[in-house]
Protein backbone atom coordinates (compact mmCIF):
# COMPACT_ATOMS: atom_id res chain seq x y z
CA UNK A 1 0.00 0.00 0.00
CA UNK A 2 1.44 3.16 -0.70
CA UNK A 3 2.02 5.49 2.21
CA UNK A 4 -0.56 8.06 3.25
CA UNK A 5 0.05 11.26 5.44
CA UNK A 6 -1.73 11.37 8.10
CA UNK A 7 -3.30 14.89 8.79
CA UNK A 8 -1.45 17.16 11.47
CA UNK A 9 -3.71 18.74 14.16
CA UNK A 10 -3.36 22.08 15.32
CA UNK A 11 -2.69 21.96 19.16
CA UNK A 12 -6.00 23.48 19.73
CA UNK A 13 -7.87 20.51 18.97
CA UNK A 14 -5.75 17.66 20.80
CA UNK A 15 -8.39 18.38 23.69
CA UNK A 16 -11.03 18.26 21.25
CA UNK A 17 -13.41 15.31 20.05
CA UNK A 18 -11.71 14.04 16.83
CA UNK A 19 -13.16 12.44 13.93
CA UNK A 20 -11.54 9.97 12.24
CA UNK A 21 -12.26 9.92 8.33
CA UNK A 22 -11.10 5.92 7.29
CA UNK A 23 -10.33 5.73 4.15
CA UNK A 24 -8.24 5.47 1.31
CA UNK A 25 -7.26 2.22 -1.06
CA UNK A 26 -3.34 2.32 -2.46
CA UNK A 27 -3.02 5.25 -4.04
CA UNK A 28 -6.77 7.29 -3.06
CA UNK A 29 -4.04 10.19 -1.38
CA UNK A 30 -4.41 11.69 -4.74
CA UNK A 31 -7.85 11.83 -4.53
CA UNK A 32 -9.00 12.52 -0.77
CA UNK A 33 -10.42 15.56 -0.23
CA UNK A 34 -8.85 18.14 2.21
CA UNK A 35 -8.77 17.24 6.08
CA UNK A 36 -10.21 20.08 8.29
CA UNK A 37 -10.26 20.50 11.78
CA UNK A 38 -11.12 17.86 14.01
CA UNK A 39 -10.81 14.82 11.31
CA UNK A 40 -7.80 12.72 10.51
CA UNK A 41 -6.99 10.58 7.63
CA UNK A 42 -6.32 6.72 8.00
CA UNK A 43 -4.97 4.70 5.42
CA UNK A 44 -6.95 2.11 5.27
CA UNK A 45 -7.95 0.01 2.17
CA UNK A 46 -10.37 -2.53 4.37
CA UNK A 47 -13.02 -1.84 6.71
CA UNK A 48 -14.99 -3.98 8.39
CA UNK A 49 -18.29 -2.45 9.99
CA UNK A 50 -17.92 -4.77 13.32
CA UNK A 51 -20.55 -5.75 15.84
CA UNK A 52 -19.60 -6.01 19.19
CA UNK A 53 -22.59 -8.12 22.05
CA UNK A 54 -22.33 -6.51 25.29
CA UNK A 55 -23.39 -8.45 28.15
CA UNK A 56 -23.81 -5.98 30.54
CA UNK A 57 -26.51 -3.72 28.91
CA UNK A 58 -27.59 -6.88 26.86
CA UNK A 59 -27.22 -4.86 23.56
CA UNK A 60 -24.90 -4.55 20.55
CA UNK A 61 -22.73 -2.20 19.56
CA UNK A 62 -20.22 -1.40 16.70
CA UNK A 63 -18.51 0.67 14.44
CA UNK A 64 -16.16 0.22 11.88
CA UNK A 65 -12.77 -1.51 12.61
CA UNK A 66 -9.56 -1.33 10.40
CA UNK A 67 -7.60 -4.47 9.46
CA UNK A 68 -4.01 -4.62 10.40
CA UNK A 69 -1.58 -1.44 9.35
CA UNK A 70 1.65 -0.36 8.51
CA UNK A 71 2.01 3.19 9.73
CA UNK A 72 5.42 5.31 10.02
CA UNK A 73 6.68 1.40 9.33
CA UNK A 74 4.99 0.16 12.40
CA UNK A 75 2.75 -2.42 12.03
CA UNK A 76 -0.36 -0.94 13.88
CA UNK A 77 -3.62 -3.23 15.04
CA UNK A 78 -6.86 -3.70 14.35
CA UNK A 79 -8.76 -0.22 15.64
CA UNK A 80 -12.43 -0.20 16.39
CA UNK A 81 -13.82 2.96 16.23
CA UNK A 82 -17.71 4.03 17.99
CA UNK A 83 -19.93 4.52 15.46
CA UNK A 84 -20.19 7.63 15.45
CA UNK A 85 -16.16 8.21 15.78
CA UNK A 86 -15.35 7.53 11.76
CA UNK A 87 -16.93 8.35 8.61
CA UNK A 88 -16.08 5.95 5.33
CA UNK A 89 -15.44 8.06 1.81
CA UNK A 90 -16.23 7.39 -1.23
CA UNK A 91 -14.58 9.47 -3.84
CA UNK A 92 -15.67 10.84 -7.14
CA UNK A 93 -13.86 7.66 -8.91
CA UNK A 94 -16.41 5.21 -7.44
CA UNK A 95 -19.05 6.56 -9.78
CA UNK A 96 -20.54 4.54 -12.51
CA UNK A 97 -23.60 4.63 -14.39
CA UNK A 98 -26.21 1.99 -14.83
CA UNK A 99 -25.98 -0.48 -17.15
CA UNK A 100 -29.12 -2.47 -18.91
CA UNK A 101 -27.75 -5.60 -17.63
CA UNK A 102 -27.66 -4.35 -14.20
CA UNK A 103 -30.41 -5.74 -11.73
CA UNK A 104 -33.77 -3.20 -10.72
CA UNK A 105 -32.53 -2.11 -7.79
CA UNK A 106 -29.13 -0.47 -9.11
CA UNK A 107 -32.19 2.34 -10.73
CA UNK A 108 -32.66 3.65 -14.06
CA UNK A 109 -30.39 2.66 -17.14
CA UNK A 110 -27.69 5.66 -17.52
CA UNK A 111 -28.21 7.31 -14.06
CA UNK A 112 -24.88 7.44 -11.06
CA UNK A 113 -24.49 4.89 -8.48
CA UNK A 114 -21.70 4.60 -6.04
CA UNK A 115 -20.43 1.93 -5.07
CA UNK A 116 -18.15 0.40 -1.79
CA UNK A 117 -16.76 -2.57 -3.51
CA UNK A 118 -16.56 -5.96 -1.75
CA UNK A 119 -12.76 -7.10 -3.06
CA UNK A 120 -9.46 -5.10 -3.08
CA UNK A 121 -9.30 -5.44 -6.65
CA UNK A 122 -12.17 -3.05 -6.99
CA UNK A 123 -11.33 -0.47 -4.37
CA UNK A 124 -7.37 -0.41 -6.16
CA UNK A 125 -9.66 0.62 -9.52
CA UNK A 126 -12.09 2.89 -7.91
CA UNK A 127 -9.66 4.28 -5.10
CA UNK A 128 -12.00 3.86 -2.01
CA UNK A 129 -11.64 1.17 0.58
CA UNK A 130 -13.48 -1.85 0.30
CA UNK A 131 -15.95 -3.65 3.20
CA UNK A 132 -16.75 -6.01 5.07
CA UNK A 133 -19.37 -7.08 7.77
CA UNK A 134 -18.12 -8.61 10.94
CA UNK A 135 -19.47 -9.97 14.25
CA UNK A 136 -15.53 -9.83 15.42
CA UNK A 137 -17.03 -8.85 19.36
CA UNK A 138 -19.80 -11.58 19.45
CA UNK A 139 -19.02 -14.76 21.27
CA UNK A 140 -19.05 -17.90 19.40
CA UNK A 141 -19.81 -19.78 22.77
CA UNK A 142 -23.34 -20.78 23.27
CA UNK A 143 -24.89 -17.29 23.44
CA UNK A 144 -26.70 -16.95 20.53
CA UNK A 145 -29.06 -19.84 19.04
CA UNK A 146 -27.61 -21.32 15.92
CA UNK A 147 -29.33 -22.90 13.09
CA UNK A 148 -30.07 -26.96 11.75
CA UNK A 149 -27.15 -28.87 12.99
CA UNK A 150 -24.93 -26.01 13.60
CA UNK A 151 -23.52 -25.26 16.72
CA UNK A 152 -21.70 -21.90 16.03
CA UNK A 153 -24.50 -18.77 16.84
CA UNK A 154 -26.01 -16.31 14.45
CA UNK A 155 -27.18 -12.85 14.70
CA UNK A 156 -28.81 -11.22 11.95
CA UNK A 157 -28.02 -7.44 10.03
CA UNK A 158 -30.91 -5.79 8.98
CA UNK A 159 -31.40 -1.97 7.27
CA UNK A 160 -33.85 0.22 9.85
CA UNK A 161 -32.94 3.25 8.83
CA UNK A 162 -30.75 5.74 6.27
CA UNK A 163 -30.56 9.57 6.45
CA UNK A 164 -28.65 11.26 3.68
CA UNK A 165 -27.73 14.27 5.68
CA UNK A 166 -26.66 16.64 2.84
CA UNK A 167 -29.14 15.40 0.41
CA UNK A 168 -32.32 14.19 1.97
CA UNK A 169 -34.15 12.86 -0.85
CA UNK A 170 -31.09 10.49 -1.97
CA UNK A 171 -31.16 8.00 0.78
CA UNK A 172 -31.60 4.72 -1.46
CA UNK A 173 -29.14 2.17 -0.16
CA UNK A 174 -28.44 -1.43 -1.09
CA UNK A 175 -26.39 -4.18 0.35
CA UNK A 176 -26.01 -6.99 -2.42
CA UNK A 177 -23.17 -10.09 -3.14
CA UNK A 178 -20.96 -10.50 -6.11
CA UNK A 179 -23.94 -12.62 -7.42
CA UNK A 180 -26.15 -9.63 -7.17
CA UNK A 181 -27.82 -11.29 -4.89
CA UNK A 182 -29.45 -8.51 -2.69
CA UNK A 183 -28.95 -8.78 0.82
CA UNK A 184 -29.61 -5.26 2.94
CA UNK A 185 -31.84 -2.64 1.67
CA UNK A 186 -33.64 0.24 2.69
CA UNK A 187 -36.80 -0.42 4.05
CA UNK A 188 -39.60 0.05 1.44
CA UNK A 189 -37.72 -1.91 -1.65
CA UNK A 190 -37.27 -5.45 0.19
CA UNK A 191 -37.98 -4.57 3.94
CA UNK A 192 -37.55 -7.87 5.15
CA UNK A 193 -33.57 -8.47 3.80
CA UNK A 194 -31.55 -9.48 6.75
CA UNK A 195 -28.00 -10.85 6.22
CA UNK A 196 -27.11 -14.08 9.10
CA UNK A 197 -23.81 -13.85 10.15
CA UNK A 198 -22.00 -16.59 12.61
CA UNK A 199 -21.10 -15.38 15.91
CA UNK A 200 -17.23 -14.10 15.50
CA UNK A 201 -17.95 -14.01 11.35
CA UNK A 202 -16.84 -12.40 8.74
CA UNK A 203 -18.50 -11.78 5.35
CA UNK A 204 -18.16 -8.58 2.48
CA UNK A 205 -21.24 -6.98 0.54
CA UNK A 206 -20.93 -4.35 -2.46
CA UNK A 207 -22.98 -1.42 -0.71
CA UNK A 208 -24.52 0.63 -3.53
CA UNK A 209 -25.67 4.70 -3.18
CA UNK A 210 -27.95 6.56 -5.67
CA UNK A 211 -26.83 10.21 -4.75
CA UNK A 212 -23.62 11.64 -3.45
CA UNK A 213 -23.65 13.37 0.48
CA UNK A 214 -23.03 12.19 3.83
CA UNK A 215 -25.22 9.23 4.63
CA UNK A 216 -26.24 8.02 8.11
CA UNK A 217 -27.33 4.52 7.96
CA UNK A 218 -28.90 2.79 11.07
CA UNK A 219 -28.22 -0.94 11.18
CA UNK A 220 -30.33 -3.32 13.19
CA UNK A 221 -28.16 -6.37 14.67
CA UNK A 222 -30.44 -8.82 16.50
CA UNK A 223 -29.94 -12.78 18.18
CA UNK A 224 -31.63 -14.81 20.15
CA UNK A 225 -30.23 -15.73 23.58
CA UNK A 226 -29.83 -19.80 23.24
CA UNK A 227 -30.47 -19.92 27.07
CA UNK A 228 -33.65 -18.18 27.39
CA UNK A 229 -34.81 -17.60 23.77
CA UNK A 230 -34.99 -13.79 24.21
CA UNK A 231 -34.70 -12.21 21.11
CA UNK A 232 -32.06 -9.14 21.58
CA UNK A 233 -31.07 -6.04 19.34
CA UNK A 234 -29.14 -3.29 19.32
CA UNK A 235 -29.04 -0.78 16.61
CA UNK A 236 -25.57 0.79 14.94
CA UNK A 237 -25.93 4.50 13.18
CA UNK A 238 -22.50 4.99 11.36
CA UNK A 239 -21.57 7.52 8.89
CA UNK A 240 -20.78 6.70 4.87
CA UNK A 241 -19.86 10.16 3.05
CA UNK A 242 -20.26 9.74 -0.72
CA UNK A 243 -18.06 12.87 -2.02
CA UNK A 244 -18.51 14.26 0.70
CA UNK A 245 -16.38 13.67 3.69
CA UNK A 246 -18.15 16.11 6.17
CA UNK A 247 -20.88 15.74 8.38
CA UNK A 248 -23.33 18.41 9.06
CA UNK A 249 -23.72 21.06 11.83
CA UNK A 250 -25.65 18.56 14.63
CA UNK A 251 -29.34 19.59 15.31
CA UNK A 252 -30.12 21.65 18.31
CA UNK A 253 -29.89 20.18 21.84
CA UNK A 254 -32.32 17.63 22.33
CA UNK A 255 -34.83 18.67 25.51
CA UNK A 256 -37.33 17.08 27.62
CA UNK A 257 -37.55 13.40 27.43
CA UNK A 258 -35.00 13.34 24.29
CA UNK A 259 -32.61 14.66 26.79
CA UNK A 260 -33.17 12.56 29.53
CA UNK A 261 -32.92 9.37 27.53
CA UNK A 262 -29.46 10.68 26.03
CA UNK A 263 -28.57 11.04 29.72
CA UNK A 264 -30.27 8.00 30.89
CA UNK A 265 -28.71 5.50 28.08
CA UNK A 266 -24.92 5.13 27.97
CA UNK A 267 -24.67 4.10 24.75
CA UNK A 268 -26.13 5.28 21.33
CA UNK A 269 -27.43 2.73 19.76
CA UNK A 270 -29.51 1.56 23.20
CA UNK A 271 -30.59 5.60 22.96
CA UNK A 272 -31.23 5.18 19.25
CA UNK A 273 -33.28 2.09 19.72
CA UNK A 274 -36.77 2.07 21.22
CA UNK A 275 -37.34 -1.36 22.09
CA UNK A 276 -34.59 -0.09 24.84
CA UNK A 277 -35.21 3.41 25.12
CA UNK A 278 -38.97 4.26 23.88
CA UNK A 279 -41.92 5.43 25.83
CA UNK A 280 -43.45 2.39 25.92
CA UNK A 281 -40.07 0.34 26.66
CA UNK A 282 -39.22 -1.33 29.87
CA UNK A 283 -35.68 -2.38 29.87
CA UNK A 284 -35.15 -2.79 33.72
CA UNK A 285 -38.44 -4.95 33.53
CA UNK A 286 -39.86 -3.72 36.87
CA UNK A 287 -43.41 -3.07 35.30
CA UNK A 288 -42.64 0.76 35.02
CA UNK A 289 -41.80 2.22 31.30
CA UNK A 290 -39.72 4.63 30.62
CA UNK A 291 -42.60 7.22 30.09
CA UNK A 292 -43.32 6.56 34.14
CA UNK A 293 -39.57 6.22 35.01
CA UNK A 294 -39.10 9.72 32.99
CA UNK A 295 -42.17 11.24 35.05
CA UNK A 296 -41.10 10.19 38.37
CA UNK A 297 -37.26 10.14 38.66
CA UNK A 298 -36.62 6.77 37.75
CA UNK A 299 -33.74 5.44 36.33
CA UNK A 300 -34.92 3.20 33.44
CA UNK A 301 -31.72 0.84 33.71
CA UNK A 302 -32.19 -0.08 37.22
CA UNK A 303 -35.46 -1.15 38.63
CA UNK A 304 -37.88 0.61 41.35
CA UNK A 305 -38.69 4.45 40.16
CA UNK A 306 -37.33 6.30 43.02
CA UNK A 307 -40.51 9.23 43.00
CA UNK A 308 -43.40 7.07 42.56
CA UNK A 309 -46.89 7.84 43.78
CA UNK A 310 -46.80 6.83 47.50
CA UNK A 311 -50.17 6.98 48.94
CA UNK A 312 -50.17 8.41 52.63
CA UNK A 313 -52.76 10.01 55.18
CA UNK A 314 -52.71 13.33 55.94
CA UNK A 315 -54.40 15.80 58.43
CA UNK A 316 -56.14 19.29 56.92
CA UNK A 317 -58.42 21.83 58.84
CA UNK A 318 -58.81 19.45 61.57
CA UNK A 319 -60.35 16.31 58.37
CA UNK A 320 -58.40 13.41 58.13
CA UNK A 321 -57.59 12.68 54.14
CA UNK A 322 -56.46 10.19 51.98
CA UNK A 323 -53.24 11.52 50.17
CA UNK A 324 -50.79 10.95 47.82
CA UNK A 325 -46.95 11.73 47.24
CA UNK A 326 -44.77 11.88 44.07
CA UNK A 327 -41.33 13.43 42.55
CA UNK A 328 -42.83 15.09 39.13
CA UNK A 329 -40.43 16.44 36.32
CA UNK A 330 -40.37 19.93 35.80
CA UNK A 331 -39.59 21.94 32.71
CA UNK A 332 -41.38 19.96 30.19
CA UNK A 333 -44.10 22.09 28.92
CA UNK A 334 -45.65 18.86 26.81
CA UNK A 335 -45.63 16.53 29.75
CA UNK A 336 -48.22 16.68 32.64
CA UNK A 337 -49.19 14.26 35.55
CA UNK A 338 -52.89 14.71 37.29
CA UNK A 339 -54.14 14.16 40.21
CA UNK A 340 -57.52 12.30 40.45
CA UNK A 341 -59.53 10.52 42.76
CA UNK A 342 -62.85 8.41 42.77
CA UNK A 343 -65.20 6.29 45.23
CA UNK A 344 -65.63 3.69 42.46
CA UNK A 345 -62.92 1.41 40.38
CA UNK A 346 -65.14 0.82 37.95
CA UNK A 347 -66.09 4.32 36.59
CA UNK A 348 -64.83 5.14 33.44
CA UNK A 349 -63.89 8.96 34.57
CA UNK A 350 -62.07 9.94 37.48
CA UNK A 351 -63.86 13.05 38.12
CA UNK A 352 -62.22 14.14 41.70
CA UNK A 353 -59.34 16.29 41.26
CA UNK A 354 -56.49 16.23 43.78
CA UNK A 355 -55.65 19.40 46.41
CA UNK A 356 -52.05 20.29 46.36
CA UNK A 357 -50.96 20.85 49.82
CA UNK A 358 -48.17 23.31 49.62
CA UNK A 359 -45.30 24.33 47.03
CA UNK A 360 -43.26 21.37 45.69
CA UNK A 361 -39.49 20.63 46.80
CA UNK A 362 -37.20 20.47 44.57
CA UNK A 363 -35.44 16.96 44.25
CA UNK A 364 -32.00 17.90 41.94
CA UNK A 365 -32.63 19.97 39.21
CA UNK A 366 -34.97 18.68 36.94
CA UNK A 367 -37.87 17.46 39.85
CA UNK A 368 -39.81 18.05 42.81
CA UNK A 369 -41.81 16.84 45.27
CA UNK A 370 -45.28 17.11 46.04
CA UNK A 371 -48.08 16.60 48.28
CA UNK A 372 -51.79 15.97 46.91
CA UNK A 373 -54.78 15.14 49.17
CA UNK A 374 -58.35 13.78 47.34
CA UNK A 375 -60.91 16.12 47.45
CA UNK A 376 -63.13 14.94 50.23
CA UNK A 377 -62.44 13.81 53.78
CA UNK A 378 -62.27 10.30 54.74
CA UNK A 379 -65.40 11.09 56.82
CA UNK A 380 -67.58 11.54 54.02
CA UNK A 381 -66.20 9.55 51.62
CA UNK A 382 -64.76 6.24 53.98
CA UNK A 383 -63.83 4.34 50.45
CA UNK A 384 -61.72 6.14 47.89
CA UNK A 385 -59.33 5.77 45.30
CA UNK A 386 -56.21 7.87 43.96
CA UNK A 387 -54.10 7.60 40.83
CA UNK A 388 -51.44 10.24 39.06
CA UNK A 389 -52.73 10.17 35.45
CA UNK A 390 -49.13 11.06 33.47
CA UNK A 391 -49.44 12.14 29.94
CA UNK A 392 -47.40 13.43 26.65
CA UNK A 393 -48.36 15.43 23.77
Known sequence: ??????????????????????????????????????????????????????????????????????????????????????????????????????????????????????????????????????????????????????????????????????????????????????????????????????????????????????????FRVRGILAATGREVSGLIPVYFGVENWQIPSGPAPATGYEAWKLASFSSSPQAADPLVSGLNADPDGDGANNLMEYAFNGNPLIPGVAGKPQMENLTDGGQEYLAIRYQRRKGDSILSTTVESTADLSAVTWSGLGVQMGAGTAVGADYEEVVYRAPVSKADAPKQFMRVRVLKE
Open 1 to 218: MLPIALSLLPMALLGQEIRVLVSDAPGASDYHPGVGEGYLIRPAPHVDLNVVWDPAFQTFRGGFRTDDEWMNGVKQPPTQYDADKAVVFLPSTSRSQVLDSDPEFFGSQGGDVWIFPSTGQESATTFSPYLGFSAYGVPNNGTFTSVGTSTTGRVYWSVHAVENLSNPAANEFYGYDNSLALCLAHPGYQPSAELPMLANGHGHLNLLFQGPGMYRVT
